[in-house]
């Protein structure tokens, strides 16, 4: 008990600074929202992997022998693919990421996963493969050598295994061949996207950059901001956006209880209330203990043994601790309250969700 009084003071200390620095937090605009239009593109393709020692692909994998032969018949060799035996072959999923901005020539990171039987393609060699995007165009072509970071050692019941090495990368591995059309900015306009859209924080970011540059911010709806860029800085879209980051605003976030039942964790808003309510906790135990009794017949007399089992039932009822919190009651309030009484944190679970069913938390109560 006084392991868990001491974890909800050390709670308490925690949540009354976490609403302290709730009411006066400033961020940058850069941090809870970006220009619209710059984002990533997810790009795929399908390849083999090579050079594998013996851990590839069985013969049952027609994918691999299909491929195997579509691969030899490009350099001229034509075989029959149902003699292969490709286990030094693996069919893989390649997958990339291509940030913005980025240009012909520049390199990124590919990620290599197994789609056939192969057991490990640790040490092989991706073969040359095109990278496509959602609208079927090759924005970049992946090769070389496959990186795991695990292995698979031994054989049968005695072998050993380290990390998945049925997936693996190639740094660097990836060569953009075609860039994405990112320019910003040209028509002299720009929108921002909150990254978590909120009226109260889209009005505010407007504010601040009316503040700062005149009237040229609207917030259309809760996740977009529009704005005209300046005549001034026409000729310098990137300086323009890098002066709009650095702005300081208050973001608004609506109060919200989180709770992790498996855990016993529970994370609080500063800005949660509670109506006029009162709590009573307590506990009630019960135990039932068998006792098992002999009876034994006086010498030479005719009777016979007999075992009785007897039952006994003891009920204790724990003295209930009863608070009231008024309406003014905030997260310090609560936590304070239910702390006194000692709740443990799966009582302050239970607590809070009473507390919801009943109407008087202000709050969205999130079981995860």
Do not use: W
């Not at 022998?65 to 030899?72: A, P």
């Not at 989180?258 to 006029?276: A, C, K, L, W």
């Amino acid at each position: 008990m006084k392991k868990i009084t001491a974890f909800l003071a050390v709670l308490l200390c925690l949540l009354l600074a976490g609403t302290a620095f709730a009411e006066s937090a400033t961020t940058r605009i850069k941090d809870i929202a970006k220009v619209q239009g710059v984002r990533s593109n997810q790009l795929v393709g399908y390849g083999l992997v090579v050079g594998l020692n013996g851990t590839g692909d069985s013969n049952k994998t027609i994918e691999t022998l299909q491929s195997i032969g579509n691969m030899l018949k490009s350099f001229g060799v034509a075989i029959d693919t149902t003699s292969l035996k490709p286990k030094n072959v693996a069919a893989v999923l390649v997958t990339a990421t291509l940030p913005p901005f980025v240009r012909e020539g520049d390199t990124i990171d590919t990620t290599i996963s197994s789609i056939g039987d192969a057991k490990s393609i640790q040490g092989g060699t991706l073969v040359q493969t095109p990278l496509k995007a959602g609208n079927g165009t090759v924005y970049a072509v992946a090769q070389g050598a496959v990186s795991t970071g695990g292995f698979t050692a031994g054989q049968g019941g005695s072998s050993a295994q380290k990390n998945f090495p049925t997936v693996g990368t190639t740094p660097n591995g990836a060569i953009v061949e075609h860039n994405v059309e990112d320019e910003i900015g040209t028509d002299g306009a720009l929108s921002l996207s909150l990254s978590k859209p909120d009226f109260t924080t889209a009005s505010r970011i407007a504010q601040a950059i009316n503040s700062q540059f005149g009237s040229i911010a609207k917030a259309s709806n809760p996740g977009r901001i529009d704005l005209t860029v300046p005549s001034f800085y026409r000729g310098n879209i990137v300086g323009f956006v890098s002066s709009l980051e650095e702005l300081s605003v208050t973001p608004d976030n609506a109060a919200k209880v989180v709770v992790n039942e498996r855990t016993g964790t529970i994370v609080m808003g500063g800005n949660v209330s509670v109506d006029d309510v009162a709590i009573a906790q307590g506990g009630l135990s019960i135990s039932i203990q068998k006792d098992t009794d002999v009876s034994q017949p006086a010498p030479f007399s005719y009777g016979s043994t007999i075992v009785t089992k007897n039952t006994a039932v003891n009920v204790k009822e724990d003295k209930a601790n009863t608070i009231v919190l008024p309406a003014t009651a905030n997260i310090s309030d609560i936590v304070g309250a239910l702390n006194a009484v000692g709740a443990t944190p799966r009582d302050i679970i239970s607590i809070l969700q009473a507390i919801k069913a009943s109407g008087a938390l202000h709050a969205d109560l999130e079981i995860i």
